[in-house]
């Protein structure tokens, strides 16, 4: 594969790997003339069918362990298991947002938990519709009477915030070395701490940085 920039001649070799990821039947959209013909026979190669979460329930619990450990390290907030009772929630949800949704719940979960043991009142999930699939599942703590201040999105950026500030802190201003104890980049500490709230002795710690 070539390319060439913008009002250049020169060919400039690129090797790469394409991968297009959709939810729509692109052949009857193809029959209905809603996408085009020549750009579907271009990228239909080699077609992996991948299921709903919802069809493989049975791969939930692995699946939301992951993320409870991944995040849980993230976050420096390490985490045991899930109780059975949210298990058996997470399986019987239909996940329309398939495991991105199943990720930010378990996120969610993490930054909820008041222990080491995610329990169903600290997911973020429509019990409601669960409870019509299950019927009665006993005394369940409602996640909907439970209105923290913003978003989730918003908490857990505020979140990640307060880590990188504590990590500087913790570090005596070395970004560096503050980033490497998160396990993420520096550039993105960066991105985070500039979100941060004005704070003197935070402000001088980053300019007594030493390195």
């Not at 996120?107 to 997911?123: C, N, Y």
């Amino acid at each position: 594969m070539e390319f060439s920039r913008l009002g250049s001649n020169r060919l400039i070799p690129l090797r790469a790997r394409l991968v297009f990821a959709t939810h729509q039947d692109l052949s009857k959209l193809v029959a209905e003339g809603k996408f085009r013909q020549d750009l579907f026979y271009r990228i239909n190669v080699m077609r992996i069918e991948s299921p709903a979460l919802q069809e493989h329930p049975e791969d939930i619990p692995r699946i939301a362990r992951h993320f409870l450990r991944q995040y849980g390290q993230m976050f420096q907030k390490p985490m045991d298991d899930i109780e059975p009772d949210a298990l058996s929630l997470l399986q019987h949800y239909r996940w329309p947002g398939n495991v991105r949704e199943l990720e930010n719940v378990m996120q969610r979960a993490i930054i909820l938990s008041a222990g080491k043991t995610v329990r169903t009142e600290d997911l973020s999930i429509s019990i409601d519709e669960v409870e019509s699939e299950l019927g009665d599942i006993g005394d369940v703590v409602d996640i909907g009477d439970y209105h923290p201040a913003g978003s989730f999105e918003r908490q857990l950026r505020d979140y990640k915030i307060k880590l990188a500030v504590t990590a500087v802190r913790e570090n005596n201003g070395n970004k560096t070395l503050a980033a490497r104890s998160l396990c993420i980049s520096r550039a993105y500490l960066h991105r985070l701490i500039r979100l941060a709230e004005p704070d003197a002795v935070f402000e001088q710690n980053l300019h007594e940085e030493t390195a």
